[in-house]
């Protein structure tokens, strides 16, 4: 058994909080409805009832395989502005010389596209008329794909608007509690480095490094004995609880470990919270590990300033709105068909 790396003396540690904080959340998350629906995701009953719940959709990645002024002006059409380039033109090893552009879109563009629709339950796969190899080629142009919106963690602008949104429907704005899921790779140290560079900096001993966890030995310690981390559903979900004053919420990142054959020092890991609330409770955040969407539940001002901010696509939902993925019976398809 390959044993894990150990954890720098120096990494930086997080203060944990104790799980008790969060144990109104866990007992509302396992009075629940079945796994996949809203109100196991997001606690929305007693003791902290909430007038209503928004769902906003992650965004969409997008590139086009063969960038040219005339795609150019069919997607500006569509309403997609290439975020950046990648030019293969002048790569001689390059099979395909061209120009690709990326970007990210809306749900709503996409089911535009596909002539589905955009509802509380829409599933990307059933919306996006994903084909048996995962892809989402547009009906519109030939050379647009729309790649399948990030799981679990609310990428940026996006989480930067909502963070505003929330922060200013709190009375306790600096005073929150976000909660991690323990089980990404960068905090224990699960990634490792490969290729020339690696060589370079070994002296040819080595071609992969394994990456040390990315906290010191309190935190790793904690991480990998699972104690001290919230418990819901009797191990189906653990949290590890850490105070903000709404900086990381705003903006979460966190420490990435850097191998120390490497003078660069330590990165940033970008991980938008599984779990967020102020200490006074006027609202709960869950991206669920599994989901491409974030639920915040709140009140109804709460709600409407998320669905209607122009740089969030969100919807209404209800706590019993079916999340699994083969729940979309509006956009549904006949796997027959």
């Given at each position: 058994?390959?044993?894990?790396?150990?954890?720098?003396?120096?990494?930086?540690?997080l203060?944990?909080l104790?799980?008790?904080?969060?144990?109104w959340?866990?007992?509302?998350?396992?009075?629940?409805?079945?796994?996949?629906?809203?109100?196991?995701?997001?606690?929305?009953?007693?003791?902290?009832?909430?007038?209503?719940?928004?769902?906003?959709?992650?965004?969409?990645?997008?590139?086009h395989?063969?960038?040219?002024?005339?795609?150019?002006?069919?997607?500006?059409?569509?309403?997609?502005?290439?975020?950046?380039?990648?030019?293969?033109?002048?790569?001689?090893?390059?099979?395909?010389?061209?120009?690709?552009?990326?970007?990210?879109?809306?749900?709503?563009?996409v089911?535009?596209?596909?002539?589905?629709?955009?509802?509380?339950?829409?599933?990307?796969?059933?919306?996006?008329?994903?084909?048996?190899d995962?892809?989402?080629?547009?009906?519109?142009?030939?050379?647009?794909?729309?790649?399948?919106?990030?799981?679990?963690?609310?990428?940026?602008?996006?989480?930067?608007?909502?963070?505003?949104?929330?922060?200013?429907?709190?009375?306790?704005?600096?005073?929150?509690?976000?909660?991690?899921?323990?089980?990404?790779?960068?905090?224990?140290?699960?990634?490792?480095?490969?290729?020339?560079?690696?060589?370079?900096?070994?002296?040819?001993?080595?071609?992969?490094l394994?990456?040390?966890?990315?906290?010191?030995?309190?935190?790793?310690?904690?991480?990998?004995?699972?104690?001290?981390?919230?418990?819901?559903?009797?191990?189906?979900?653990?949290?590890?609880?850490?105070?903000?004053?709404?900086?990381?919420?705003?903006?979460?990142?966190?420490?990435?470990?850097?191998?120390?054959?490497?003078?660069?020092?330590?990165?940033?890991?970008?991980?938008?919270?599984?779990?967020?609330?102020?200490?006074?409770?006027?609202?709960?955040?869950?991206?669920?590990?599994?989901?491409?969407?974030?639920?915040?539940?709140?009140?109804?001002?709460?709600?409407?300033?998320?669905?209607?901010?122009?740089?969030?696509?969100?919807?209404?939902?209800?706590?019993?709105?079916?999340?699994?993925?083969?729940?979309?019976t509006?956009?549904?398809?006949?796997?027959?068909?």
């Amino acid at each position: 058994m390959q044993r894990r790396p150990r954890p720098r003396p120096e990494a930086p540690e997080l203060r944990l909080l104790d799980p008790a904080e969060g144990a109104w959340v866990a007992g509302m998350l396992e009075a629940g409805a079945r796994i996949g629906h809203v109100a196991s995701t997001v606690p929305v009953g007693e003791p902290a009832p909430y007038e209503a719940i928004a769902r906003i959709l992650h965004p969409v990645p997008w590139h086009h395989r063969d960038w040219t002024d005339a795609a150019a002006g069919r997607l500006r059409g569509l309403g997609l502005v290439p975020e950046d380039y990648a030019d293969f033109r002048d790569e001689p090893s390059s099979e395909v010389r061209t120009l690709n552009a990326y970007g990210t879109t809306t749900w709503r563009q996409v089911a535009a596209d596909h002539g589905t629709e955009v509802h509380a339950g829409a599933q990307w796969a059933d919306l996006a008329r994903v084909d048996g190899d995962g892809s989402s080629f547009s009906r519109l142009d030939p050379g647009l794909e729309y790649d399948a919106p990030s799981v679990g963690t609310l990428g940026q602008p996006a989480m930067g608007f909502l963070a505003e949104v929330l922060l200013r429907h709190t009375g306790t704005p600096r005073d929150l509690v976000l909660g991690l899921w323990p089980g990404f790779g960068w905090m224990d140290g699960g990634g490792a480095l490969f290729g020339p560079a690696v060589e370079e900096a070994t002296g040819g001993r080595h071609s992969s490094l394994s990456l040390p966890p990315a906290f010191g030995p309190r935190t790793t310690r904690a991480l990998r004995r699972g104690t001290g981390l919230l418990d819901v559903g009797g191990g189906y979900r653990e949290y590890l609880l850490v105070p903000d004053d709404g900086t990381r919420l705003r903006r979460p990142e966190w420490t990435r470990a850097v191998h120390p054959a490497f003078p660069a020092g330590d990165g940033a890991e970008y991980q938008s919270p599984q779990l967020a609330w102020p200490r006074d409770r006027a609202w709960a955040l869950a991206s669920e590990i599994d989901l491409d969407s974030t639920l915040v539940a709140g009140s109804a001002a709460l709600v409407r300033a998320i669905c209607t901010h122009p740089g969030l696509e969100a919807v209404v939902v209800r706590p019993d709105t079916d999340l699994t993925a083969f729940a979309d019976t509006v956009n549904h398809r006949d796997p027959a068909g």
